[in-house]
């Protein structure tokens, strides 16, 4: 079936980076936009990222903007999420999802993985 695996989340100070990867299998990757959406206590899902299924589009929220970036390889089935300058704020279960649509246009999401853990703190 299908199926998403996010890995490459962990503790890191203020300011730090981390890369979070997707590795998805199960599923007709290159058809589908790639979404990352995080999830903190107390605070509403918020989709901070996404990639269309040919990479020619990217969106990210006011929240990352500048921050966060977004790549895929196709060739990998792989999606990545380079986070530059984490704040506390930051600190959430990120999770990789796949959207129903090849665009970045739809809140429908049609799979998702299980999610990794990032904790941004000094």
């Known amino acids: 079936q299908a199926q998403l695996v996010e890995s490459g989340g962990g503790l890191v100070q203020p300011g730090g980076s981390l890369r979070l990867s997707c590795a998805a299998s199960?599923?007709?990757?290159?058809?589908?936009?790639i979404a990352w959406v995080r999830q903190a206590p107390g605070k509403e899902r918020e989709k901070v990222s996404c990639?269309?299924?040919?990479?020619?589009?990217?969106y990210y929220p006011d929240s990352v903007k500048g921050r966060f970036t977004i790549s895929r390889d196709n060739a990998k089935n792989t999606v990545y999420l380079q986070m530059n300058s984490l704040k506390p704020e930051d600190t959430a279960v990120y999770y990789c999802?796949?959207?129903?649509?090849?665009?970045?246009?739809?809140?429908?999401?049609?799979?998702w993985g299980l999610g990794t853990q990032v904790t941004v703190s000094s």
């Open positions: 999802a796949g959207l129903g649509s090849r665009w970045c246009d739809t809140d429908e999401y049609i799979y």
């Open positions: 199960g599923f007709s990757f290159d058809y589908y936009a």
């Open positions: 990639i269309s299924s040919s990479d020619t589009r990217t």
